[in-house]
């Protein structure tokens, strides 16, 4: 049976989003060329502007591959040092076909590390957008029906029943990336519910990702709602803006005429991923140490310009705040990212600010 909840020695729980693709896949190898990685597109990155921050180079971790148990156990050493209380990883179920699943699968079947996890289903289809190949449609996100949800909820099963998995009232914790994309959604939760009791959990406890701020979990069938909210590309911008926000417009079609990515000001947009308190909602915070994608877009892509572990340390300490009305054990605090480290998002080491991150993650979660 898994642990009980035990009381908090950190004012929230951390929980690092993780991407599991620093290995190579032969679908990769196909699209990309062999031995493509994220690795591939962090080394190759330039600076596009003066000032510019990139490429990020791994520090004490170094460009690991994560089909290794080292590497693994390496990394949740890290994150319990700092004071993150969970990995949370993504997961693509596209109908029945995984996709860079190898590493949890292995964390699962050795029992190692000792480190708990959670999962966040990213069900959107994967398209070339971000590597300059915006109707390149590499696989396609499908829902092929109820059978479909039951085989995937029992692929999920021995993950939920594990000791490590994270849990909230004991009931294993799942995040769904983008719950619109599912047709009937309440009765798919609904569905997984009930294969829960059968399978002798106490339930789930459902998380959505929206932006929204009046979206209602419990409408959906969840429990809880978690935003991440980036701002918008210059190209999915209006031009009514011009009227509404002439400055911030202006430097937009600067940087355009430039040739330069989309650039925010860190400071200006980290606000955003903390919506208004609803007491009728369960919301999480979620906080963003940085962003830079150029690395795999370039030009295309959006740059928060601007941040530092003393500005990182600030938006976790509100985050913090905002969590703060929930009960001990709902109060989740997300981390976007663990290991995005072809967007510039990471609070795993590089050369540049070593662990200055994670020491301010550490700092604000014990109160130092």
């Known amino acids: 049976m898994p642990a009980s909840f035990e009381p908090l020695t950190t004012k929230a729980r951390a929980i690092a989003l993780y991407l599991p693709q620093f290995h190579p896949i032969p679908e990769n190898d196909e699209w990309w060329g062999t031995g493509f990685t994220e690795w591939t597109n962090t080394a190759k990155a330039k600076p ?3 000032k510019h921050y990139q490429p990020h180079v791994p520090a004490d971790l170094g460009f690991y591959d994560l089909r290794l148990p080292e590497a693994r156990a390496a990394q949740a050493a890290m994150a319990r040092a700092y004071g993150v209380e969970a990995f949370c990883y993504y997961h693509y179920w596209f109908g029945g076909k995984q996709l860079l699943n190898r590493p949890f699968d292995e964390v699962l079947k050795l029992g190692e590390p000792d480190f708990p996890f959670m999962l966040c289903w990213a069900n959107e289809s994967w398209t ?11 696989i396609e996100q499908t829902y092929p029906g109820e059978d479909d949800h039951r085989r995937h909820f029992d692929h999920l ?7 490590r998995y994270l849990r909230v009232d004991n009931k294993p914790v799942f995040m769904i990336y983008s719950p619109d994309n599912i047709r009937d959604v309440r009765k798919v939760t609904g569905f997984w519910r009930q294969l829960a009791s059968d399978a002798g959990l106490p339930g789930l406890h459902l998380i959505a990702e ?69 007491p009728d909602i369960e919301r999480y915070p979620c906080v963003i140490p940085n962003w830079d994608n150029t ?32 009960p001990n054990e ?16 990471h609070l795993e080491p590089d050369l540049r600010y070593g662990h200055g ?12």
Request: charge should be positive.
């Open 48 to 50: 596009l502007y003066k």
């Open 157 to 163: 099963l021995p993950a939920f029943l594990d000791p």
């Open 330 to 345: 709902h109060r989740l605090l997300f981390i976007k990212s663990w290991n995005e480290w072809a967007e510039g998002n």
């Open 357 to 368: 991150y994670l020491e301010a993650m550490r700092a604000e979660l014990l109160g130092n």
């Open 210 to 278: 929206h932006d929204s701020p009046d979206w209602i979990p419990e409408h959906y069938g969840f429990d809880a709602v978690v935003a991440a909210r980036l701002p918008k590309l210059r190209r999915d911008m209006h031009w009514r803006g011009l009227f509404k926000h002439p400055l911030k417009y202006s430097r937009y079609c600067y940087q355009a005429l430039r040739g330069l990515p989309t650039i925010h000001r860190y400071t200006d947009v980290v606000d955003s991923f903390l919506v208004s308190h609803n």
């Open 128 to 138: 070339g957008v971000w590597h300059g190949s915006p109707n390149k449609l590499l």
């Open 295 to 326: 690395p795999r877009s370039g030009a295309n892509g959006l740059v928060l310009e601007g941040s530092s572990p003393a500005l990182f340390q600030q938006h976790l300490g509100k985050a913090i705040d905002a969590a703060s009305h929930l």
